[in-house]
Antibody
Framework: EVQLVESGGGMIQPGGSLRLSCAVS????????MNWVRQAPGKGLEWVSV???????FYADSVKGRFTISRDNSKNTLYLQMNSLRAEDSAVYYC??????????????????WGKGTAVTVSS | DVVMTQSPLSLPVTPGEPASISCRSS???????????LDWYLQKPGQSPQVLIY???HRASGVPDRFSGSGSGTDFTLEISRVEAEDVGVYYC?????????FGQGTKVEVE
């Protein structure tokens, strides 16, 4: 069974930095497509970033240049380094694994396992 | 970015009755392989989202058969054939055709 456990959230002042961690079990992070998805208080879901098994990385425009996704294969852990934090970055951050299913032209990936999330509050 | 629009945003339901949620995308989600790159998720109160439907109409593992997805191109529907009390929560559609993945605003389903 795949399990994802996030940590590292907390309260931080605007302009500050935080590093979120996602401990992965039941699968290796290096072989997985791993995402960060966030949810501001009382709001909907917003995709933040993805790292593919091959190492390709993508970010939402709202965090590009400020957030960095990475993984530590020896610790089987996913990270999100968040710099220059703003009030609008306040949210619960979910670590999400994608699973795959075959389609005629290759493989389709969808998000199937979500962690419980870690809350980030950016406030002075 | 692909804009996803759900309706209604709030849906009162009666247990045992059917329910339906609409999701529209600003661009076609129909891939050249014939599949629609559209998924549905349910976020129950106090929980993380869980996948219900992938590729527009494929039920994820363990999802009851009262849930079904349909549609193609830019118009999609999630149907619950007979609502149960445990189905309350916020339903989201999300497109996976383009990066960034984009979600609908969510539809809150509540028992009347």
């Amino acid at each position: 069974e795949v399990q994802l456990v996030e940590s590292g959230g907390g309260m931080i002042q605007p302009g500050g930095s935080l590093r979120l961690s996602c401990a992965v079990s039941g699968v290796t992070v290096i072989s997985s497509y791993m995402n960060w998805v966030r949810q501001a208080p009382g709001k909907g879901l917003e995709w933040v970033s993805v790292i593919y098994s091959g190492g390709s990385i993508f970010y939402a425009d709202s965090v590009k240049g400020r957030f960095t996704i990475s993984r530590d294969n020896s610790k089987n852990t996913l990270y999100l380094q968040m710099n220059s934090l703003r009030a609008e970055d306040s949210a619960v951050y979910y670590c999400v694994r994608e699973t795959s299913t075959p389609v005629p032209t290759g493989t389709y990936y969808y998000m199937d396992v979500w962690g419980k999330g870690t809350a980030v509050t950016v406030s002075s | 970015d692909v804009v996803m629009t759900q309706s209604p945003l709030s849906l009162p339901v009666t247990p045992g009755e059917p329910a339906s949620i609409s999701c529209r995308s600003s661009q076609s989600l129909l891939h050249s392989n014939g599949y629609n790159y559209l998924d549905w998720y349910l976020q129950k109160p106090g929980q993380s989202p869980q996948v219900l439907i992938y590729l527009g109409s494929h039920r994820a593992s363990g999802v009851p058969d009262r849930f079904s997805g349909s549609g193609s191109g830019t118009d999609f529907t999630l149907e619950i054939s007979r609502v149960e009390a445990e189905d309350v929560g916020v339903y989201y559609c999300v497109q996976s055709l383009q990066t960034p993945r984009t979600f609908g605003q969510g539809t809150k389903v509540e028992v009347e």
